[in-house]
């Protein structure tokens, strides 16, 4: 329910502000709803005129604000409930309505916003006087307020008394007489005889029952009104402030009548003559725009057949311009007007048409252009056509062009192409062009001489086909460039700002007149008008020939009419924008890139064609240096015309050299397995054209030595291959193999772009030795593939003397390679790392083997070792000869150097198990009758191995078989 602090009073001018009317506020705007209208508690106002005043214009809500309708709560319901008394919402609601209770109160606009601050310094004033008066009401109170109150409390318990007289079945909520109960209860019958009669003690018992209710009721009364006389003075005040509120309300009404009558009488006498006068100068500008326009609807009439007369004549960008400033005409000038609806609609589709003239024309000149005989001179067909054409489709921002012009330049490759290969077919006997007339099928049976010239027929054909290509596109990009500078130089103009004469001119010309000049003089064709204007310019003063320039609608600029007398004016609002010319300049670029991708991608086609049958494959490798050094000859002069590097042919290119080093790498490396799968590891016989092989790689000479004719000498073959005078025994595959990485050095040499590739396939062939020669004699498979009855001492020590000359010769390959490599490509250098370790452990695991042998043998010869007579035993006689015999056999084949380190560990093996031998015996260094027989034994071993060839000075030091003494 609404209350004082929620209502806002206005303020009377001759009254001060009341105390305790103002109160602190939020000033957030979340507080306060949006205003609503106020339901209507008085249905009439004091006057009897609300009806009149709320229909009328308000004055009082002028500039928002605040007015008595602004309040959102009834005034005569605040005043009623000034203390916000709790009461039943629905007795007021139903008669006030629901925006009663608890509603937001917009704040009133009169009223400033009070807060505690402007009552500080009173209460800092009053504060010392408060506290005084409060100590002295406490020690000694008021007489009349303790009367008074004495009074009121003797009257309060008296009234309490007498109210707990009444039952507290009455003070009940639920109190109802329907109900049985409480009916028996306030009623008791059970006093009243119930026989039918009446007697008069029943008559003394109904008596006595009604007196003690009427007392119940008196006492509900009294203590009614004395609540009721306790709020009078309030009531009776709330009533009388209702009543001056309506005195002020008709007050105002009255004042807001007489301001309306008032604003009338100023609008009769004082706005509507001069509002009348201002409508007849209106009504006659009126009329002369009316004339004006007539006279220029005249001459847009016209546009049409003057539209004709262009194009007959194949001046698209005039006709193109006359359309664009008639359409600018209609839409600013003559909108709206019924006689040219449809001239709208008829202009666009006349254009569209120029439009489609002009693309068509384009692609003509294109196909022309780029179909031409390639004999003649690289220049430009037509140069003003292609010129007026440009201008043209970048006036109406026909931008694909170019891309007409890139599949035209598609078609004429393709064509370039077939011609080449015809021409070269015409001459070839063995092609019958009418039984095979697929173009791939007729290279494919071309020689490699006759495709080889075929392809640098095309690839010159392709530069005389690029160049022609970069003549027209650097034409297109002149005119570009062109209409961008005029662009550029306008808003330079523009800035520079009226000359001395266009600054006098007056303001006695009207506007419509400025406007119209630039379109029409005297019912004229605008073009007419327009050149009639140009020529006042020059000729007449500057006072009426820069009224006609200075339109705001006029499109045109003298530096664009003077450019070419065969162009029309070109309008700065109708070419393209700076950003969309610099994309058409990209688009140029861009088409020069494309059109040589273009050609590369067409001799990409014909290289593919070849080398479907595996033909470039089988090529040697002087002709495969051949056809790659064409086509780096063409990429660099295709670079040097188009400016950017073309990799599709260059990379068809190094696809054919990854399928050639393949089949290169393919048929050495099965040439390898067959000869690895029939070697018998056997020392072979090394030719004389192998030994001069491995001369002149001691020279330097990392390639293949050319072939010698056979001369009346012939050389016989040597036992051994001499490296740098060291003798090495090796087998048939071995000399072969050199001869392979020769050859992939070669074609390192021929092709130096193969080089990576080439590495890599000679590290795996180079692995692929490794392994498979491991697999054959370690593994012992010779025994399955040959049919070798035993892997010998012989073939192991062969073996590993193999391995050792291709380990030597691998950092001369490395050496070799990393002068063909670029610096970023060494990083692969480190296979050979890996290959040479691979050897070094195969070595080792030979040598291994070879010690493993004698272990073995050891091992069961000495197992059965007495030390009794005969000496020397027939077990140190046993192992000496399997010495003898392992000696006999690898000293031929290894150098000194490694046979004295091999037989070093046989014999360190021999006494590892000759010690274990004699500590199971229990042989001790004592000087025994069993130490003598042993020292006898040794005695005999060590004097057999030190007469063998290469081991005179072979310290055996024997001693350390011996166990200590216990």
Not at 119 to 146: G, S, W
Not at 480 to 507: F, H, M, R, T, Y
Request: aromatic share 6%; with cysteine; glycine share 4%.
């Amino acid at each position: 329910m609404a209350s004082s602090r929620s209502s806002s009073h206005m303020p009377r001018p001759d009254a001060g502000i009341p105390d305790g009317l103002y109160k602190e506020r939020d000033n957030s705007p979340a507080r306060y709803r949006p205003m609503r209208s106020l339901p209507d508690v008085c249905p009439k106002e004091p006057t009897g005129e609300r009806r009149r005043l709320c229909n009328g214009p308000s004055v009082v809500p002028e500039h928002d604000r605040w007015t008595v309708y602004s309040s959102k709560v009834n005034l005569p319901a605040a005043l009623n409930d000034p203390r916000l008394a709790k009461r039943e919402s629905d007795f007021f609601t139903k008669t006030w309505g629901l925006d009663f209770a608890e509603t937001e109160v917009m704040p009133s606009f009169y009223l400033p916003n009070i807060t505690r601050d402007h009552f500080t310094p009173y209460l800092q004033e009053m504060a010392q006087r408060e506290r005084i008066h409060e100590r002295c009401k406490t020690i000694c109170p008021n007489k009349e307020d303790v009367d008074a109150a004495s009074s009121i409390t003797t009257t309060q318990d008296k009234s309490r008394a007498e109210l707990e007289q009444v039952p507290k079945i009455f003070m009940k909520l639920d109190f109802a007489l329907e109900d049985p109960a409480t009916f028996n209860t306030v009623l008791p019958w059970a006093h009243f005889n119930c026989s039918g009669g009446k007697s008069s003690r029943d008559m003394a018992s109904s008596r006595l029952l009604q007196e003690k209710l009427s007392h119940y009721l008196d006492v509900v009364e009294v203590s009614i009104a004395r609540q009721i006389s306790l709020r009078s003075e309030a009531f009776f005040h709330a009533m009388s402030s209702q009543h001056e509120l309506q005195d002020r309300l008709q007050e105002t009404q009255q004042a807001i009548a007489t301001l309306r009558g008032r604003t009338a009488a100023v609008d009769r006498v004082m706005c509507q003559g001069p509002l009348q006068a201002l409508r007849t100068a209106l009504t006659r500008n009126n009329c002369v725009k009316l004339h004006n326009k007539l006279k220029l609807m005249a001459a847009v009439h016209q546009t049409q057949p003057t539209v004709q007369l262009l194009l007959s004549t194949s001046e698209f960008v005039g006709a193109l311009e006359l359309i664009s400033t008639t359409k600018e005409v209609l839409q600013q000038e003559l909108q709206g007007v019924h006689s040219f609806r449809h001239l709208g609609s008829q202009l666009c589709e006349l254009e569209k048409l120029i439009d489609k003239m002009m693309v068509e024309d384009f692609s003509m000149y294109a196909r022309s252009d780029l179909n031409r005989s390639l004999k003649d001179e690289p220049q430009v067909l037509e140069k003003e056509r292609l010129e007026s054409l440009v201008f043209g489709l970048l006036r109406q921002r026909k931008l694909g062009f170019l891309d007409i012009y890139g599949d035209e330049m598609m078609l004429a490759a393709k064509a370039t192409v077939a011609q080449c290969v015809a021409e070269t077919v015409v001459h070839i006997e063995d092609i019958d062009t009418e039984v095979i007339t697929k173009l791939a099928d007729q290279m494919r049976l071309m020689t490699f001489p006759q495709w080889f010239d075929l392809l640098k027929s095309i690839f010159e054909s392709f530069l005389f086909f690029l160049q022609r290509i970069k003549a027209t596109l650097n034409v297109i990009r002149n005119v570009v460039l062109e209409v961008l500078d005029s662009q550029q130089k306008g808003p330079l103009l523009d800035e520079a700002g009226p000359g001395p004469s266009e600054s006098i001119q007056g303001p006695t010309v009207l506007q419509g007149e400025a406007e119209l000049a630039y379109l029409t003089h005297e019912g004229l064709f605008i073009s007419d008008a327009m050149s009639e204007a140009r020529q006042q310019q020059q000729d007449q003063s500057s006072t009426g020939a820069c009224r006609g320039l200075q339109g705001p609608s006029a499109p045109c600029s003298t530096d664009t009419v003077g450019r070419d007398p065969n162009s029309c004016i070109l309008s700065d609002h109708m070419m393209p924008s700076e950003l969309e010319l610099s994309r058409v300049m990209t688009s140029l670029q861009e088409l020069l890139y494309s059109s040589s991708d273009m050609s590369h991608d067409r001799c990409v086609k014909v290289l593919t064609a070849r080398a479907k049958d595996g033909s470039l494959e089988r090529l040697s490798s002087a002709q495969f240096v051949c056809l790659s050094q064409a086509v780096e000859a063409f990429v660099r002069d295709t670079e040097e015309v188009c400016g950017r590097r073309s990799v599709s042919l260059r990379g068809a290119l190094q696809s054919q050299a990854n399928r050639f080093v393949h089949r290169f790498h393919e048929e050495r490396k099965t040439k390898l397995s067959l000869l690895l799968d029939n070697e018998r590891w056997k020392q072979a016989e090394v030719p004389a054209e192998f030994q001069d092989l491995v001369d002149s790689m001691a020279e330097g000479r990392i390639t293949l030595p050319e072939r010698k004719a056979p001369g009346p000498e012939n050389r016989k073959p040597t036992e051994y291959l001499l490296v740098n005078a060291e003798k090495y025994a090796v087998v048939g595959t071995v000399l072969l193999l050199i001869r392979i990485f020769l050859e992939y050095c070669q074609c390192v040499n021929d092709i130096p772009s193969i080089a990576t590739d080439m590495l890599t396939r000679l590290c795996d062939l180079l692995k692929h030795f490794n392994s498979r020669s491991c697999q054959l004699v370690l593994g012992a498979g010779a025994l399955q593939v040959v049919g070798l009855k035993t892997i010998t001492t012989k073939n192991l020590a062969l073996a590993s003397r193999c391995l050792q000359l291709v380990v030597h010769y691998l950092p001369l390959i490395r050496t070799h390679f990393e002068t063909k490599l670029q610096p970023k490509q060494h990083n692969v250098l480190r296979h050979f790392d890996h290959i040479t370790k691979d050897y070094n452990d195969h070595i080792a695991e030979i040598a291994a083997k070879l010690v493993a042998i004698m272990d073995s043998l050891f091992e069961k010869v000495l197992s059965k070792y007495e030390v009794k007579a005969p000496m020397p035993s027939a077990c140190f006689r046993n192992a000496c000869k399997q010495i003898a015999k392992m000696h006999e056999a690898i000293s031929e084949l290894l150098p000194e150097e490694q046979t004295q380190m091999l037989f070093l560990r046989i014999n360190s093996s021999f006494k590892l198990h000759l010690k274990r031998q004699l500590a199971r015996l229990g042989v001790v260094n004592d000087g025994g009758p069993q130490h003598g027989l042993v020292v006898v034994d040794v005695a005999f071993y060590t004097e057999n191995l030190q007469a063998l060839r290469s081991l005179e000075q072979l310290d055996l030091n024997m001693a350390e078989i011996w166990e200590q003494k216990r």
